[in-house]
C-alpha cells in the first residue's frame, strides 16, 4: 500500500499519512483546522514486512485502507479512540 506523509507546521512531530497524495478532504475539517498548514514529506511503500520509526505499520494500512488517513501524534501523546 502506498502512502503519502505530511508534517504538520503548527503541531511539532504530528503527521498525517494519505492514502492518495493530496486529498485532505477525508480527513475532517475540525481536524485538519488543528493541524494547519502541512506540507508533503515523503511517499512510502508500506508492505506488511515494513516498521516505522514512530507508528506501526499495520495500523497506519489499517486506518488508510478504513479512513483514507491516518495521524501520527507525537510520542507520549495518548491514542485518540474512535469508539463511535
Known sequence: MQAYVYKSLR???????LATRDDFTRVPEPVRAQLGE???VLEVMLTP???L????????RTNL???????QFPPGTPPVRDDG
Not at 503541531?11 to 499519512?17: E, G, L, M
Not at 520509526?53 to 497506519?60: F, R
Not at 485502507?65 to 495521524?71: E, L
Open 11 to 17: 503541531k511539532a512531530d504530528t503527521y498525517v499519512f
Open 65 to 71: 485502507a478504513a479512513r483514507g488517513f491516518h495521524i
Open 49 to 51: 514486512g515494513r516498521r
Open 53 to 60: 520509526a514512530q507508528a506501526d505499520a499495520a495500523v497506519v
Open 38 to 40: 502541512l506540507g508533503f
